[in-house]
């Protein structure tokens, strides 16, 4: 009974690794392309600023 014990034990410990090995680098690369979204965003933001604020050429 002790060795199905121990074997459950490897069983989950090596279901938590790979779910760490699966989440960490999705979750790294998920927040990564979340923030230059938010930059490009920004950065288009202060682009029409900035030809909101020259005057028109006619």
Known sequence: MADSGALLFVL???LAGTMAL???PLRIFLTATARLRRLRLLQQ???LR???AQPLDC
Do not use: D, F, Q
Request: without cysteine; proline residues 0%.
């Open 22 to 24: 699966v989440y960490v």
């Open 12 to 14: 989950l410990a090596a």
């Open 50 to 52: 900035e030809e909101l």
């Open 45 to 47: 933001i202060r682009r």
